[in-house]
């Protein structure tokens, strides 16, 4: 499969939420929950057959947590989930450091899937360069946790997924390391990655 030209790519994001952010948000929902799904038309020589119609790419699902400094981050993100309250740990009792200050939100990338056919092209690079453009432009830092994804929407077993703690786990888990930090992200913990969104925003692609 070709490489995809990031401009010949289409972005549709979405996010539904109660009310308007602000400090007495109710903790629960306060923080924006994302999806992009990401398409491309491909002539027919590309694809193989005679047809050009709309292909899915890949996708990417994110939350955005408003004003960080304005917030108890800890109780706040532990009225999500226990995945959230993880990330509010790292950066509240461990890198208080990467608290993002000048552009105040935070953004946590919980996924990106990128079809089989279209990897080994940066298209996960894209995704989020492009989310950084357009509906995190007052981010200021960008956290994620290296590691496949294991489970879908419904939260049901991936087939074919690699079983937590074995040897093809922490292979996948170190190769996205790479792949991550090759984008920008720095080693925050053994655990996260990080990346000051500010300077890759500004920085040409």
Not at 17 to 40: C, F, K, Q, S
Request: one cysteine or more; proline letters at 7%.
């Amino acid at each position: 499969m070709p490489s995809l030209d990031p401009d010949n790519l289409t972005f549709e994001y979405g996010c539904v939420y109660n009310g308007i952010p602000g400090p007495e948000h109710d903790p629960e929902d306060y923080p924006m929950l994302w999806t992009v799904r990401v398409t491309a038309y491909l002539r027919s020589d590309e694809r193989g057959d005679d047809n050009s119609d709309e292909v899915h790419v890949g996708a990417a699902m994110f939350y955005i947590v408003p004003d960080v400094e304005e917030i108890d981050l800890l109780d706040t993100l532990d009225a999500v989930s226990q995945e959230l309250y993880n990330v509010a740990h790292m950066l509240t009792e461990e890198r208080a450091d990467l608290l993002p200050s000048v552009h105040p939100d935070l953004l946590y990338l919980q996924s990106v899937q990128v079809k089989p056919e279209f990897r080994g092209h940066g298209v996960g690079h894209t995704i989020l360069q492009a989310i950084l453009a357009t509906v995190g432009r007052g981010v200021g830092r960008v956290v994620l946790m290296p590691a496949p994804i294991l489970r879908d929407e419904e939260g049901k077993w991936i087939e074919g997924a690699p079983e937590e703690d074995t040897a093809e786990h922490l292979r996948i888990q170190e190769s996205l390391k790479r792949y991550w930090m090759d984008f920008g992200f720095i080693e925050a913990t053994p655990t996260y990655l990080y990346l000051d969104a500010t300077e890759k925003r500004d920085s040409p692609r």
